[in-house]
């Protein structure tokens, strides 16, 4: 009894104690919040600070950045529910149907994200705020709710920013717009390690916060997702309700909340006198930001933007002749997560039984995805799927599955093989698949922020079927590769197929080994089997001086799941025998790419994370800044990025690049670059430009002012699918059939070339799904998308379509590794 009442008493002493004595951020951290920016590891400390001294809250590690970061998320709730959280997840998680089992009264859970963009620096510091607010002042709320706060999405970039700022930043802190401090260099701060911007990864996964965050997004499946973001710093603040177009599958009920939460916030901005704006800008379709995503897992996803990002500091003059300080922008973050914290609780089981409502998929007009194809690109497909717990299974082979034809683009069918994926609506997260995979987006207009096409069938160069009947759940067991090659010391050499981006994940792990691999220029058949125009070809004779050289490729082709065919002799059954003109040695290429001013640094990032993550095969980063002082005699390729080379390159830049290139050097060129040449002396590529309507040149423009944005959409082209058809003998195209789907991302279009070769082109424009305006339309006629042309002894790619955009167009990289490695 007496043990009993001591610890009543203790447990009464530590609760007021710990209460009265919990630090807030500006006493902790020892600066006003807002005077400074925190460095991430000070938050870090922060959170951890408040998790071992609250009973309302608990610190977990999900993750490390590229650069060793710490990715965190902060549970908070009462102590109560903190100790039975475990069940309150599972609980949740039951009302999807993602468990089974029958769910009881289910609590609210909102999830708060900070600066996924690293320069918009302001939440990261609300979220200081909001943490110390939630369990000081709110605890009333959290009765019903469960608060998680990820105070950092993007660590690496944040600090990028931070840290710059801290270095340039004046004492005190200048305010005009003119100042070093309101200037970020290249590449700024906005994305990840790999410049990757990860408000556009959620879908694709690539990068390594996205696939970390995915695991426990999916163990959480929240309510409501808040992103926090900054805008320009005119731009007071938005908040939902989104603008138009949004998706057709967003319900009602979740179009009505983002409202009310809507309405909630402003209440609060009005009654401080705070200027906001709502329905314009961003919009909800592209499934692959923080709003979006969440909203096609059910959620109530919200978008926040606060004046600012990487331009205003510790504070700036706006346009208005306001002062606009750090201060301002993490109170009205810290206001709205409030606000949307207060609309969960009051609103918790509305919310519980919409949610469980939204998942019961009855209504998905396609109840199964068909897709047949190369088992590397079948399997690529399956680890997307698997990042977000996404269903599959195997279909019997032998079937006949009829439905709308991705590749006819029309009604077809589609015999099963033992290898064909069967994706099924009808599952838990039966929304997204749909927004995955349907063959048209389905948008309600077309001012958008973003691509308007991603359907994954093209994505991954699948041929696929989208069925109106169910045929899931038939057949789950998985088959197992059973990959096994043997050292065979007789061979005169090995073969090895061309086909997906693991062929030549291959190679270079082959090059980087110092083995010599050929590879033939046309078909050919040997030992019984037919190999197409690419097949590798590893020889005896070219690798005499190599020790261990069957071991080493055996063993390199297990580990990649590679099918060696052993040939006994180099002489095949039909085509170009192993020594012929026509089987060329690959080499070893030394590669250069430009990086820095004038380079977008998007693309750059994508090369980059390409080379170093998914080919793993080196490369050069050559600053744009001091290209005209280095030596490109030492390399065989130069990668000019996307980018605006107007004044980052001049003529000595172009000079250089075209003398190196006449020597016999391979420059390949990306996206916008391909503009920077077109029409330059010795480049052959040429911008297909509408011809302005002469009567309409000189007749009066009658177009009313309020209908300016309709007119200027007519010549945009944000982001759709085409269907090109593909020389599939040229190097370049190895391992494609003759047509290709193409993510078209621009509405710079390029005609088919005179001299040269157009690997991949539309005489007739096809776009398959996506929105491309009237005048953008007439570009595409006649309009290449890859293409290749001589100059002096070398060569010059033309990559119109980037091929490596935002890593997700799977189907577009062997492109780019046949311009690296096939392309002579
Ligand atoms: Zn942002």
């Not at 950092?152 to 004492?171: E, F, I, L, M, S």
Request: proline content about 4%.
């Amino acid at each position: 009894m007496k043990n009993k009442i001591l610890a009543v008493s203790l447990f009464f002493l530590t609760f007021f104690s710990v209460h009265a004595q919990l630090k807030s951020p500006s006493d902790f951290l020892g600066y006003e919040l807002g005077s400074q920016f925190s460095r991430h590891a000070d938050v870090v400390d922060y959170f951890e600070y408040i998790a071992e001294n609250s009973p309302l809250v608990t610190y977990h590690t999900y993750g490390k950045t590229n650069e060793r970061r710490p990715l965190t998320y902060a549970v908070i709730s009462t102590e109560e529910n903190i100790g039975n959280i475990e069940e309150i997840r599972k609980n949740h998680l039951r009302q999807t149907g993602i468990l089974d089992g029958t769910p009881t009264t289910d609590k609210a859970i909102v999830w708060l994200s900070y600066n996924v963009h690293g320069n918009e620096a302001s939440s990261t510091e609300a979220s200081m705020k909001t943490l110390y607010n939630l369990i000081t002042e709110k605890q009333d709320w959290l009765k019903n709710t469960i608060v998680i706060i990820d105070p950092c999405v993007n660590p690496d970039g944040r600090d990028r920013y931070a840290n710059w700022y801290n270095q340039v930043k004046q004492t005190p802190f200048n305010t005009s717009q003119d100042a070093a401090e309101h200037y970020e260099p290249w590449p700024g701060g906005r994305p990840n390690h790999y410049l990757y911007d990860l408000n556009r990864d959620w879908l694709w996964a690539t990068q390594v916060e996205t696939r970390s965050r995915l695991k426990i997004y999916n163990q959480w499946m929240p309510h409501i997702h808040v992103d926090f973001h900054e805008q320009g710093i005119n731009n007071p603040y938005y908040f939902a309700p989104a603008a138009e177009p949004f998706h057709d599958i967003i319900t009602p009920f979740q179009r009505d909340f983002q409202t009310r939460i809507g309405k909630n916030n402003a209440k609060y901005f009005d009654k401080e006198g705070w200027l906001f704006f709502t329905k314009e800008s961003f919009d909800l379709l592209y499934p692959s930001y923080g709003d979006t995503y969440p909203t096609y897992m059910g959620a109530i996803g919200m978008t926040y933007e606060q004046a600012g990002h990487g331009r205003s500091g510790l504070g700036i003059e706006t346009d208005q002749e306001q002062t606009l300080t750090l201060k301002d922008r993490i109170n009205h973050h810290f206001t709205t997560g409030i606000s949307t914290v207060e609309m969960a609780s009051k609103n918790a089981e509305e919310l519980a039984s919409e949610f469980s409502n939204y998942f019961e998929n009855t209504d998905r007009k396609y109840k199964t995805f068909a897709l047949n194809g190369n088992k590397d690109k079948i399997d690529a497909l399956k680890e997307l799927l698997d990042r977000h717990e996404i269903k599959y299974s195997r279909a019997n082979k032998g079937e006949r599955i009829s439905g709308y034809s991705f590749t006819e683009n029309k009604d077809g069918s589609l015999t099963t093989t033992d290898q064909t994926l069967l994706v099924s609506t009808q599952q838990p997260k039966g929304h997204m698949v749909e927004v995955l995979f349907e063959p048209k987006t389905k948008l309600n207009d077309s001012v958008t922020y973003d691509i308007t096409a991603w359907s994954l069938p093209y994505a991954y160069g699948l041929n696929a079927v989208a069925s109106t009947r169910d045929y899931s759940g038939k057949n789950t067991t998985e088959t197992t590769s059973n990959i096994s090659n043997v050292v065979d010391a007789e061979a005169a050499g090995y073969i090895s197929k061309w086909n997906s981006l693991k062929d030549p994940e291959f190679l270079a792990a082959l090059l980087k080994k110092d083995v010599k691999v050929r590879f033939s220029e046309l078909p050919f058949s040997s030992e019984g089997k037919k190999f197409d125009a690419g097949s590798l070809i590893i020889t005896k004779s070219d690798n005499k001086n190599l020790e261990d050289f069957n071991k080493t490729v055996v063993e390199t082709a297990n580990e990649f799941e590679r099918e060696l065919t052993v040939a006994n002799t180099s002489f095949v059954t039909s085509g170009p025998d192993f020594g012929s003109p026509d089987v060329k040695l690959i080499g070893n290429p030394k590669i250069a790419m430009l990086r820095g001013e004038g380079t977008s640094s998007l693309n750059y990032g994508e090369i980059w994370y390409f080379f170093e993550q998914e080919l793993h095969y080196p490369v050069t980063a050559i600053g744009t800044e001091y290209f005209n002082r280095i030596d490109l005699n030492s390399y065989d390729i130069l990668i000019v990025p996307e980018g605006y080379y107007g004044n980052a390159l001049g003529n000595a830049s172009v000079n250089k690049i075209k003398d190196f290139v006449q020597a016999g050097g391979k420059m390949i060129t990306i996206g916008r670059s391909v503009g920077y040449f077109a029409g330059q002396d010795g480049f052959s590529i040429k911008e297909n430009k509408v011809e302005e309507n002469k009567d309409n040149a000189n007749s009066p423009n009658l177009t009313p002012y309020s209908m300016r944005t309709r007119e200027r959409i007519k010549g945009n082209s944000p982001g759709s699918i085409v269907k090109t058809t593909v020389d599939n003998t040229h190097p370049l195209a190895f391992g494609y059939d003759n047509a290709y789907f193409s993510l078209k991302l621009s509405s710079s279009n390029y005609g088919l070339l005179n001299n040269g070769y157009n690997v991949a082109y539309m005489q007739e424009p096809k776009v398959v799904s996506g929105f491309v305006g009237s005048e953008a339309y007439k570009t595409l006629e006649n309009s290449v998308v890859f293409a290749q042309e001589n100059m002096g002894r070398g060569s010059v790619i033309y990559m119109v379509d980037n091929p490596l955009f935002r890593s997700f167009w799977q189907n577009g990289k062997l492109f780019f590794a046949n311009a690296l490695f096939m392309v002579k």
